[in-house]
């Protein structure tokens, strides 16, 4: 059965730091996708990424950047130079193949963020 | 493009009554998904609907069921509701990703429902 862990379930950082949100995965599968959504307090979810299991390449967007080590099964997800706006719940999230229709996402349990300023 | 909507925002009811949650797609998405997202927890599978069937089920009782129009708008149904349904039901919408789970997914601003 496929998994998803956030082990940290919260964290506090002031302005301008650097954050590391940690995500591990566990799946049978070859072939997968992992993905970060963003949830903000109005609720809905804000995609952010989406890797699947054949691309190990680090990604950079703006202060975004991830590192993918299938070596670990590891998914993290790093914020430079924090800022209030990336307040929030960050959720990993794994998708494997499912149907002809669409996807299934597993969800880890979401890091909540706090940014002081 | 308009984005997932869904109403209502909140809602409450007591145990044992039954609850409909309502849903548009995004312009062009003809699958919808839905969540379930306790307190403090990740979201949950409940659902997916593809050309109007269910095609994909979470380990959730029968007692949740849902429909999809011919818009690909849907709704989720919840009877005989229990305290432990309290939680923020999040619709998703998204194109047909065939076998490879690709899709990314759309979400709406989600549902709030307590039950007392």
């Known amino acids: 059965a496929q998994k998803v862990t956030q082990a940290q379930t919260e964290i506090s950082v002031v302005e301008k730091e650097d954050v590391t949100l940690d995500c591990v995965y566990e799946t049978r599968d070859t072939t997968y996708y992992l993905f970060w959504y963003k949830q903000p307090p109005s609720g809905e979810l804000v995609f952010l990424i989406r890797r699947n299991s054949f691309d190990e390449q680090n990604e950079i967007s703006g202060r975004y950047s991830w590192n993918f080590q299938k070596s670990t099964s590891s998914f993290n997800f790093t914020i430079t130079a924090s800022q209030v706006v990336d307040s929030a719940v960050y959720f990993c999230a794994l998708s494997e193949p499912y149907n002809n229709a669409g996807n299934m996402l597993t969800f880890g349990g979401g890091t909540r963020l706090m940014v002081k300023p | 493009e308009t984005g997932v909507t869904q109403s209502p925002t909140h809602l409450i009811k007591t145990r044992g009554q039954q609850v409909t949650l309502r849903c548009s797609s995004q312009?062009?998405?003809?699958?919808v998904s839905w969540y379930q997202q306790a307190l403090g927890q990740g979201p949950q599978f409940i659902f997916q609907y593809y050309r109007e069937e269910e095609n994909g089920r979470g380990n959730f009782p029968p007692r949740f069921s849902g429909l999809q129009f011919p818009n690909y708008s849907s709704e989720l149904n919840v009877n005989a509701l229990e305290l432990d349904d309290s939680a923020l039901y999040l619709c998703?919408?998204?194109?047909?990703?065939?076998?490879?789970?690709?899709?990314?997914?759309?979400f709406g601003a989600g549902s709030r429902l307590t039950v007392l």
């Open positions: 312009s062009g998405h003809n699958t």
């Open positions: 998703a919408s998204s194109l047909p990703g065939g076998y490879s789970g690709a899709n990314v997914l759309t």
